[in-house]
Nanobody, 124 residues
């Protein structure tokens, strides 16, 4: 059974930082590209960042480029999202997702495995 468990969310002031983690079990993690998505209240879920299976290639949404960094530790079956210079508009539930292919992707439909999400709230 595949499980993706996110952690690290919380309440932070604008300009602050958070690091999200997602631990994956039930899969050969090092075979899978991983991504982060988010869903703000009343909005559709959107792509945030993605990373290839080995970590050598990454991709970001324009809205987070330069502020967020995705990384992975294949020895720990964990993918991270380091978030800096947070803004109130970054407030959302953040989801970790995995796909059974080595290359990253930015569409929800390209990901087969999803976590339950972790809430990030940025106050102004």
């Amino acid at each position: 059974q595949v499980q993706l468990v996110e952690s690290g969310g919380g309440l932070v002031q604008a300009g602050g930082s958070l690091r999200l983690s997602c631990v994956v079990s039930g899969r050969t993690f090092s075979d899978d590209a991983m991504g982060w998505f988010r869903q703000a209240p009343g909005k559709e879920r959107e792509f945030v960042a993605a990373i290839s299976y080995g970590g050598g290639n990454t991709n970001y949404a324009d809205s987070v480029k330069g502020r967020f960094t995705i990384s992975r530790d294949n020895a720990k079956n964990t993918v991270y999202l380091q978030m800096k210079s947070l803004k109130p508009e970054d407030t959302a539930v953040y989801y970790c997702a995995g796909r059974s292919k080595p290359g990253y992707a930015s569409l929800e439909a390209d990901y087969a495995f999803w976590g339950q999400g972790t809430q990030v709230t940025v106050s102004s």
